[in-house]
Antibody
């Protein structure tokens, strides 16, 4: 069974930093691209960032490029998202996602989410 | 970025109804489209990918169709478990983008 377990969320002041982690199990982690997707309270979904299986290719939404950094440690089956220069509009639940077997960037598996709140 | 527009934003229906949700892309997405179902407090669940491929374990009452820029999700006979919010998502190009959601409510 695929499991994705996020951690690292919390309350942070504007301009601050946070690192999210996602520990994966139940599949060969290095074979799958992974993404982070966020959802604001009561609102829609926004893709944030993606990384290929080897970790050499990364992609970002315009809204976070230059402030967030995605990475992975395949030896630890762990995905990361470093959040810097945080803004109020970054407040959201952040989900770690895994591609479905049949398609890249369609996500069959999601974590439970970790809440990031940016507020003074 | 490719904008995804869903309609309707809210839909009231009864158990047994046939329900159709539409998703329109601002440019061609070469059939790289997925549909998700989300219930309150839960992560989204993948229903369909590549426009019409049913994800494993998803009931066959769900189906997807369309091409180019116009796509639909159809629930052939609405069940009590189907009352939820549905999102389309394109993965033709970065930035990957979602529609605004369509909430299916009990009539």
């Amino acid at each position: 069974e695929v499991q994705l377990l996020e951690s690292g969320g919390g309350l942070v002041q504007p301009g601050g930093s946070l690192r999210l982690s996602c520990v994966a199990s139940g599949f060969t982690f290095s074979r799958f691209a992974m993404s982070w997707v966020r959802q604001t309270q009561g609102k829609g979904l926004e893709w944030v960032s993606a990384i290929n299986g080897a970790g050499g290719k990364t992609f970002y939404a315009d809204s976070v490029r230059g402030r967030f950094t995605i990475s992975r440690d395949n030896s630890k089956n762990t995905l990361y998202l470093q959040l810097s220069r945080l803004r109020a509009e970054d407040t959201a639940v952040y989900y770690c996602t895994r591609d479905t077997v049949g398609a890249t960037n369609a996500w069959s598996d999601w974590g439970q989410g970790t809440l990031v709140t940016v507020s003074s | 970025d490719t904008q995804m527009t869903q309609s309707p934003s809210t839909l009231s229906a009864s158990v047994g109804d046939r329900v159709t949700i539409t998703c329109r892309a601002s440019q061609s997405i070469n059939n790289w489209l997925a549909w998700y179902q989300q219930k309150p407090g839960k992560a989204p669940k993948l229903l369909i990918y590549d426009v019409s491929s049913l994800e494993s374990g998803v009931p066959s009452r769900f189906s997807g169709s369309g091409s180019g820029t116009e796509f639909t999700l159809t629930i052939s006979s609405l069940q009590p478990d189907d009352f939820a919010t549905y999102y389309c998502q394109q993965y033709n190009s970065y930035s990957l983008t979602f529609g605004g959601g369509s909430k299916v409510e009990i009539k």
